[in-house]
T-cell receptor, first 115, second 111 residues
Framework: DAGITQSPRHKVTETGTPVTLRCHQTENHRYMYWYRQDPGHGLRLIHYSYGVKDTDKGEVSDGYSVSRSKTEDFLLTLESATSSQTSVYFC??????????????FGPGTRLLVL | RKEVEQDPGPFNVPEGATVAFNCTYSNSASQSFFWYRQDCRKEPKLLMSVYSSGNEDGRFTAQLNRASQYISLLIRDSKLSDSATYLCVVKKNTNAGKSTFGDGTTLTVKP
């Protein structure tokens, strides 16, 4: 299995509070991604990173920010959590992001409940 | 219309059955195709890539039809352990590796 960990694995928070989720990899892969998964929507990309300090938005980036200060860590911050951000959050990595048939490897996920 | 569409199922089949899933995609610039498997409350894991000529891995066969823009997954001799959600994934290689996921097809194999 790819060396990807996410923390925390479960979190309950209240509306309006900031929340930071962490993804850590030991594979030295260049690309890292944050997805959310909700019933009826599948996996949707929030933000991704193509190198240290290099990030870009995905399809559902509103209300989220990210940072990558080291190759191995990619942080997702909910600046002011809302109930609509209750979801399962997955981090993923890929080696270069560009190669034909290159796959992504996923972390175990973080279950977030915003009350 | 979603960029990647799958029949959500559920597909309920007996052990030993053959079952097939289809997935259609709308962007003709898509270049890489995959099937992932996701067990309940777990992360998605790569099941197999889908190559233009079709490919097989044991009981699993994947096919790609670029003209009609669909991919398929065939599972033969279903096992109880095949029960999972199967995600179709499509990628444009020139777009920073961003992948588009289908919502998944749920398979339950019963004794």
């Amino acid at each position: 299995d790819a060396g990807i960990t996410q923390s925390p694995r479960h979190k309950v928070t209240e509306t309006g509070t900031p929340v930071t989720l962490r993804c850590h990899q030991t594979e030295n892969h260049r690309y890292m991604y944050w997805y959310r998964q909700d019933p009826g929507h599948g996996l949707r990309l929030i933000h991704y990173s193509y190198g240290v300090k290099d990030t870009d938005k995905g399809e559902v980036s509103d209300g989220y920010s990210v940072s990558r200060s080291k190759t191995e860590d990619f942080l997702l911050t909910l600046e002011s959590a809302t109930s609509s951000q209750t979801s399962v959050y997955f981090c993923a990595i890929s080696e270069s992001g560009q190669r034909y048939q290159e796959t992504q490897y996923f972390g175990p996920g973080t279950r977030l409940l915003v009350l | 219309r979603k960029e990647v569409e799958q029949d959500p199922g559920p597909f309920n089949v007996p052990e030993g059955a053959t079952v097939a899933f289809n997935c259609t995609y709308s962007n003709s610039a898509s270049q890489s195709f995959f099937w992932y498997r996701q067990d309940c409350r777990k992360e998605p894991k790569l099941l197999m890539s889908v190559y233009s000529s079709g490919n097989e891995d044991g009981r699993f066969t994947a096919q790609l039809n670029r003209a009609s823009q669909y991919i398929s997954l065939l599972i033969r001799d279903s096992k109880l352990s095949d029960s999972a959600t199967y995600l179709c994934v499509v990628k444009k290689n020139t777009n920073a590796g961003k992948s588009t996921f289908g919502d998944g097809t749920t398979l339950t194999v019963k004794p």
